[in-house]
């Protein structure tokens, strides 16, 4: 077989066999049990969706999720960059990893400022989730209750069927 017929083959056949793995594997967007069932995963518009929500609900979540959307931008774009904060974190850890003598309350400090900041951030979450989730009638909210704990039994049932396998 000629060069020529060799690339034009492999230019019809790899797109074909590109796009039938993408598919298999659910596509670009693919999630994998490992992604669907970390914690806070359960508040998830998959849910929500099965809540018959009434569309003033809707465009009240919307609303919400839009404002969270800004509100993340525009303290992005106000923060120092990613690469400029990991240095400066780096610093400060070298600067107690790599002194003379173990400064104990040095460390303490760092690791304290790392806490309340990932307490802050864990508070927020929920403040937001709470918002969203008093839009619901008391009827949604126990159904949605509902919902999460059936998530959390097929992750548990996936959790469990995963090790076996492993063995």
């Known amino acids: 077989m000629k060069i020529s017929k060799k690339l034009i083959l492999a230019s019809v056949v790899l797109p074909l066999i590109i796009s039938t793995s993408a598919f298999a594997f659910g596509g670009k967007n693919h999630k994998g049990p490992h992604e669907e069932c970390r914690p806070g995963f359960g508040f998830d518009r998959g849910i929500m969706k099965d809540l018959d929500l009434t569309d003033t609900q809707k465009d009240q979540l919307k609303t ?14 106000e923060n120092k960059p990613k690469a400029e904060m990991r240095a400066e974190r780096t610093q400060k850890m070298n600067d107690v990893l790599l002194a003379d003598t173990f400064d104990p309350a040095k460390a303490t400090a760092l690791a ?14 929920l403040s937001k989730q709470h918002k969203m989730l008093s839009i619901l009638t008391p009827d949604q909210k126990a159904k949605f209750v509902e919902l999460q704990k059936e998530h959390m039994e097929d992750c548990n049932d996936m959790a469990r069927h995963k090790g076996k396998d492993r063995k």
């Open 64 to 77: 919400l999720r839009q404002a969270n959307k800004d509100e993340i931008k525009k303290r992005f774009s």
């Open 112 to 125: 304290q400022a790392f806490v309340n900041k990932q307490v802050e951030r864990q508070v927020d979450m």
